[in-house]
């Protein structure tokens, strides 16, 4: 069974820090996914990163795919309150036809 | 921005009734997912479906569930007796090369 965790489940910041949220698996995958949910809400796409070691920056957001492929980080650059949100990793394997998703990461910037 | 549309938002059945959750995938995406979210609780596979036949399922996509493409539009997931513990966030998600857009989502509840 393959399984994504996040650290850390929780994460509360003041506004102008930097964070790092961590996506950790011992399984390797084809392509990892990362989103953003808000409450009531579907998960948003962020960004998809398929080759190992990838680096993908999407304004302040950094993300990073790791060599293995087995791993994948989100670093977020001077936080800001409208970041708050439930962060989630998903994972595709070649010759499956879903997407596993990660046990989540809540942040809340606070201004 | 094309996007995944679900309908209706907000189902409230009794129990042992049968519930039909219907979504519009994007048009020119070929894989087609239903996903559900239990409160608090992580996002859970249950069904994906390629050219017109299911191509994976998860243990929780039981003889109570069904996907049907109607049309060349629409996919539906059928609950056919639903029970309590089926209440949850139903996301619908469609995907091409690897990048996988989620709905919505309708909230189920079963009472």
């Known amino acids: 069974t393959q399984l994504l965790e996040q650290s850390p489940q929780f994460l509360s910041i003041q506004e102008g820090e930097n964070l790092t949220v961590y996506c950790n698996s011992s399984?390797?995958?084809?392509?990892l996914q990362w989103y953003r949910q808000e409450p009531g809400e579907g998960p948003v796409l962020l960004v998809t990163?398929?080759?190992?070691?990838e680096v993908k920056k999407l304004k302040r957001l950094t993300f990073q795919f790791g060599d293995a492929r087995k791993d994948s980080s989100l670093h977020i650059t001077a936080a800001q309150p409208g970041d708050t949100g439930l962060y989630l990793c998903?994972?595709?394997?070649?010759?499956?036809?879903?997407?596993?998703f990660g046990t989540g990461t809540r942040l809340k910037v606070l201004a | 921005e094309p996007e995944v549309t679900q309908t209706p938002s907000h189902q409230v059945t009794q129990m042992g009734q049968e519930v039909i959750l219907r979504c519009v995938p994007i048009?020119?995406?070929?894989?087609f997912y239903w996903y559900r979210q239990i409160l608090g609780q992580k996002v859970e596979f249950l069904v994906s479906?390629?050219?017109?036949?299911?191509?994976?399922k998860s243990e929780i996509f039981d003889d109570q569930f069904s996907v049907e493409r109607p049309d060349g539009s629409n996919f539906t997931l059928k609950i056919r007796s639903t029970k309590l513990e089926d209440s949850a966030m139903y996301f619908c998600?469609?995907?091409?090369?690897?990048?996988?857009?989620f709905g919505q989502g309708t909230r189920l509840t079963v009472v």
């Open positions: 048009s020119n995406h070929l894989y």
């Open positions: 399984s390797v995958f084809s392509s």
């Open positions: 990163v398929v080759t190992g070691g």
């Open positions: 998903a994972g595709g394997s070649a010759g499956t036809y879903k997407y596993i």
């Open positions: 479906f390629y050219n017109n036949e299911i191509s994976e």
């Open positions: 998600a469609s995907s091409v090369g690897g990048r996988a857009f």
